[in-house]
């Protein structure tokens, strides 16, 4: 790797965000709950310098630095070979460790003591890992030893990291996978076989599952939290890959009525201060365990499409809602034009749409401020455009009074629901992804940006687009959210293909669904709808560039109303087309 790449890297918030969680940590805009300590305050926090490299740092653990510190924090390696590794340099062969060497494991132990009081040692065989729980001022803190030959050092051994109680493992058929030795001893004390890597969640990819391979069932009891949930579906993934392929079932923490971030090791204490049998307590619970694996994951998404779980938004229009599929899960949809096209007043309306049937959304809009908001708004709703024109509210501020008055519950669930730019639109495509995140995990169904072309960039557009075009894609997928944005055409764009969108081809390309509102001077069309063939006269057409449904190449005419909503007409019909 060049220099300039890995400056490049280095200027990364996507590259920062990822050493981060693999860490374990949790991101919300610049604030970091962070993963190399037991942190319920967001102790730490992401900042950029003035040549623009992204650093960590929290402020009660010593974890800091740039995403190589924090590869090497994450790795147990020092940070010079993981900068040679970055840029291809070999290690010097005449090079020696400079790591400092605890000849005994009491000298080990003094050390490491002086980062907090040491609670207990977890012993991984031969011993190849010795894991140090410590209690600090601010909770937990772990410290991972490995033996050399000379004694020990304060770091993590090489990948593959071992798992926790190989010995146990080997002898057993069924095993319980946890998260943290804690948990693991207190099974193991009631008679299972449990194990677990270093680490904790965000590093499963980090050990060697291999002992694993071909056990007649294997069950993983995550965290009740999502951290814990996602870790174990990393490890299913894993177990999935071995040969002979093991059996693998999942505990659902929440149906054995866990409260946040408890784990089998709560479950095993609240057994015990309520005099019930924890282990046939235990012994229940692995029973009520689901099989994990594609089939078993796609029988429970076709469980969840059946009793309505998972679907797409419902839309205000029919033809479109059939042809697009726009308001599907998991989607990131483009709706792009020319200035002047309306975009916004589209937006507007499947916005106020979904609000009124309860379905949780949000907007950010860069451009105009709350009175724009709220001037559209009410013309969509009482259908009167005069009403966003300055001169006649004065002329009427008797009915603007009572329309405002009339259409306040409205009024009041679009206000609770976008954003408007604080920054004069100045905020960076990292910022943006930020608040699309954040809105995901609040679960919101349906996200817009209004438009997405308006905001700045760090990088260049092939960087800082894709990065955003990625994390964006990434939080509709992984929340089950519909991501909207708004965008422009390309100057010169008339009717479209996918790559007259402003900004990066990411966009495009990426997206699942890319439509283009294009207005025109009113036209006749022959248009199919489901009553039947008739000719129309419409003002707009939604052309559908791109989408993962039977639209593709489709054309849909539209009408723009006096009340500034979008009445649609249906498929537009080329000459000599036949097609149903």
């Known amino acids: ?21 693999a860490g374990g940590g949790e991101i919300r805009g610049n604030a970091v709950k962070c993963g190399w300590h037991d942190d319920r305050h967001a102790s730490g926090s992401i900042w950029q310098d003035a040549q623009g490299v992204f650093h960590y740092k929290c402020h009660v653990c010593d974890a800091h630095g740039d995403i190589y510190d924090l590869r090497a924090r994450n790795s147990g390696r020092d940070v010079a070979d993981v ?35 040491i609670e207990k040692e977890y012993v991984y065989e031969k011993p190849d890992l010795l894991v140090f729980r410590l209690q600090t001022p601010d909770g937990k803190v772990f410290r991972q030893c490995h033996p050399v030959t000379c004694g020990w050092i304060m770091r993590a051994p ?32 009631l008679g299972f076989c449990a194990t677990t890597a270093p680490g904790g969640a965000g590093k499963a990819a980090y050990a060697d599952w291999g002992p694993l391979s071909g056990k007649r069932r294997i069950v993983l009891w995550p965290d009740c939290d999502p951290p ?10 894993i177990l999935a890959k071995l040969s002979p392929r093991p059996s693998v079932w999942m505990i659902q923490p929440a149906d054995l009525d866990l409260g946040p971030k408890e784990d089998a090791y709560d479950f095993i204490e609240q ?10 307590a235990v012994l229940a619970a692995l029973k009520r365990a689901k099989p994990t694996g594609p089939i078993a994951d796609y029988g429970e998404r076709l469980r969840r499409i059946e009793s309505g779980e998972l679907a797409c938004l419902p839309l205000p229009w029919p033809e479109s809602a059939r042809f697009t599929r726009l308001g599907a899960p998991g989607w990131l949809v483009m709706l792009a034009g020319l200035q002047g096209a309306a975009k916004t007043f589209f937006e507007l309306q ?13 907007a950010y809009w860069l451009e105009g401020d709350m009175g724009d908001v709220l001037d559209r708004t009410l013309a969509q709703a009482s259908g009167i455009a005069d009403v966003t024109d300055l001169n006649w509210q004065k002329a009427n501020a008797e009915t603007m009074r009572e329309l405002t008055a009339q259409y306040r519950e409205e009024l009041d669930r679009i206000t609770a629901a976008v954003t408007v730019s604080a920054g004069l639109g100045l905020e960076t495509l990292e910022d943006l992804a930020d608040w699309i995140e954040a809105e995901a995990k609040a679960g919101r169904r349906a996200i817009f940006v209004d438009p997405i072309s308006a905001a ?9 687009d894709t990065a955003f075009v990625r994390r964006a894609k990434r939080a509709a997928r992984d929340y089950e959210t519909t991501v909207i944005l708004i965008s422009h055409l390309i100057k010169g764009a008339d009717e479209g293909t996918p790559d007259k969108v402003a900004g990066a081809a990411a966009y495009a390309r990426f997206s699942d669904c890319v439509l283009q509102l294009i207005r ?12 039947g063939r008739t000719e129309i006269e419409h003002s707009h057409t939604l052309f559908v560039e791109k989408t993962r449904a039977p639209g593709t190449g489709l054309r849909l005419a539209y009408d723009l109303t006096r009340g500034l909503t979008f009445t649609e007409h249906g498929v537009v019909l080329r000459k000599g087309s036949n097609s149903e």
């Open 83 to 117: 900068l040679r590794e970055a840029s291809g340099t070999p290690k010097p062969a005449q090079q020696q460790q400079r790591e400092q060497v605890f000849k005994t494991l009491g000298e080990l132990r003094l050390a490491v003591s002086r980062g907090g009081q």
């Open 520 to 531: 025109h001077d009113r036209k006749p069309s022959l248009v199919k709808t489901p009553l």
């Open 456 to 464: 700045t960039r760090k990088a260049s557009p092939w960087v800082s």
């Open 350 to 362: 499947l916005l106020r749409f979904l609000l009124s049937l309860n379905i949780s959304a949000s």
């Open 271 to 280: 057994c015990l201060a309520t005099g019930v049998d924890a282990k046939e």
């Open 158 to 189: 090489e990948k593959p990291w071992p798992l926790y109680n190989r010995a146990g493992i080997e002898q057993a058929d069924e095993i319980i996978a946890g998260e943290g030795e804690k948990v693991c001893d207190a099974l193991n004390n």
């Open 228 to 237: 814990g949930l996602k870790h174990m579906r990393e490890v299913a993934a």
């Open 1 to 21: 790797m060049h220099n300039a790449q890995a400056q490049i890297e280095r200027q990364s918030r996507e590259a920062i965000e990822h050493e981060i969680k």
